[in-house]
């Protein structure tokens, strides 16, 4: 159980492209989900968190209208890097909680190259 | 500043004996605490938790011990299998403290830990 399910699993695209992750829970309802990002030799980083229906919080330094953050539904979040550049090359990772004392789990990331 | 440290980037044990992973943290207002492990490609995997309330907490082959006062965590596996080779994750939460309002998790850099046969 507490499947959390990313997609795509790797994206290379050019300067100036928006690129969309999808974020799914697939045997749960996440009433929260978090998304991270992972620069090399780096510890995960926490971008935003998200509750269904309501709009994100960042974290200090998070460009919002960088990163939008769309928790539409329970199963669902999506993040959409806005014309990313090569500084947004890294790796991004969500995760989901049904409820707020349960662990998160996480997908399995997306690695985003900008060239 | 790092809030949750992994000082050692690396461990290497032998199949059959203990692994030890270390973990220190600095904010007192974390409360909760998570070990997670990665397998390269994959997402970080829940391990095993532990609330400040208590100072040890075991699940099968995975000891999870709290030390408050020297704001220290360690996460032993007992015997150590080369299936347990991957990076570990140490992640802590100030969820109690924030009234069950903040579950924000803040993480270590992680150990690669390797087990040999």
């Known amino acids: 159980g507490a499947v959390v399910s990313q997609h795509p699993s790797w994206v290379i695209c050019k300067s100036g492209t928006s690129v969309k992750i999808e974020c799914r829970s697939l045997d749960f309802q996440a009433t929260t989900m978090f998304w991270y990002r992972q620069f090399p030799k780096q510890s995960l980083m926490l971008m935003a968190t998200s509750n269904e229906g309501s709009k994100a919080t960042y974290e200090q330094g998070v460009e919002k209208d960088k990163f939008l953050i769309n928790h539409a539904s329970l199963t669902l979040s999506t993040l959409t890097v806005t014309s990313a550049h090569p500084e947004d090359s890294s790796f991004y990772i969500c995760s989901a909680s049904s409820k707020s004392n349960q662990p998160q789990h996480f997908g399995d990331g997306t690695r985003l190259s900008i060239l | 500043d790092q809030q949750v440290k992994q000082n050692s980037p690396s461990l290497s044990v032998q199949e059959g004996r203990i692994s030890i992973l270390n973990c220190d943290y600095t904010?007192?207002?974390?409360?909760?605490f998570l070990w997670y492990k990665k397998y390269p490609a994959e997402g970080p995997t829940f391990l095993i938790s532990i609330s400040s309330i208590k100072d040890k907490n075991e699940d099968g082959r995975f000891t999870v011990f709290l030390n408050k006062s020297a704001k220290h965590l360690s996460l032993h596996i007992v015997p150590s299998q080369p299936g347990d080779s991957a990076v570990y994750f140490c992640a802590a939460s100030a969820w109690g403290s924030s009234g069950g309002s903040n579950y924000k998790l803040t993480f270590g850099k992680g150990t690669l830990l390797t087990v040999n046969p």
């Open positions: 904010n007192s207002m974390f409360d909760y």
